[in-house]
């Protein structure tokens, strides 16, 4: 059973420039939620998908939009890139009933130079 | 709303000797709170979670944690370190249903040989 998997596994951009970073939830769950972590902090929400719509959002601008696929995968999408943006972004799924337990991918490395 | 406080940024205890990882927490709903290890470069492994019923959970790896709603703590405990606990452990916190997780800081636990 495959569990949470991100593509790509590191990035580098260049400020100003657009990325798009992908995640496919484990078999069986329905919900997506991501998460940046900048270096040596706790992981901070940015949004949650489920049924294709965002349900929840974290304080985080409108550059960072998403979407998730009929197949309940998702993308992160991220303009205009700053400095400040480079981090670990960490893909979680879940599904509920199962207390909220969230399962993590292994995380996409993002440098913006 | 809802936070989490980690006591200590970096824990160091002798191989054999108890960890102990402060958690703190304060929530304007009946809580649901998670600890969580990752280990450099890897995504965020489910130790244990504690949603509702017994206060003393145990997880993986011989880890338990003790809910107190009275001193709103969910502190993390193992009797004997190993050499592969070494790793940064992070607390969180969530409301009921499809909820966003809201992370501590973290603490580096690091075990001497």
């Known amino acids: 059973d495959a569990g949470v998997t991100q593509s790509p596994t590191h990035l580098i951009k260049t400020r100003g420039q657009q990325v798009t970073l992908r995640c496919s939830p484990k078999s069986g769950h329905d919900t997506v939620s991501w998460y940046q972590q900048a270096l040596g902090q706790g992981p901070q929400f940015i949004f949650q998908?489920?049924?294709?719509?965002?349900?929840q959002r974290g304080n985080f601008p409108d550059r960072f939009s998403g979407h998730q696929f009929p197949n309940y995968s998702s993308e992160l999408n991220v303009n205009a890139l700053l400095l400040g943006d480079s981090a670990l972004y960490l893909c979680?799924?879940?599904?509920?009933?199962?207390?909220?337990?969230?399962?993590f991918g292994p995380g996409t490395r993002l440098t913006v130079t | 709303a809802q936070s989490v406080t980690q006591l200590g940024s970096h824990v160091s205890v002798s191989e054999g000797a108890l960890v102990l990882l402060r958690c703190n927490y304060s929530?304007?709903?009946?809580?649901?709170l998670f600890w969580y290890v990752q280990y450099p470069n890897q995504g965020l492994q489910l130790l244990l979670k504690y949603t509702t019923g017994a206060t003393l959970v145990k997880g993986i790896n011989g880890f338990e944690a003790e809910f107190k709603k009275s001193e709103t703590s969910f502190h993390l405990t193992k009797p004997s370190a190993h050499m592969s606990d070494a790793a940064e452990y992070f607390c969180?916190?969530?409301?009921?249903?499809?909820?966003?997780?809201?992370f501590g800081s973290g603490t580096r636990l690091q075990v001497q040989p």
């Open positions: 929530s304007s709903v009946p809580p649901y």
């Open positions: 969180a916190v969530s409301g009921a249903g499809r909820r966003a997780l809201t």
């Open positions: 998908y489920y049924e294709e719509e965002e349900r």
């Open positions: 979680a799924s879940s599904i509920p009933g199962q207390g909220n337990e969230q399962y």
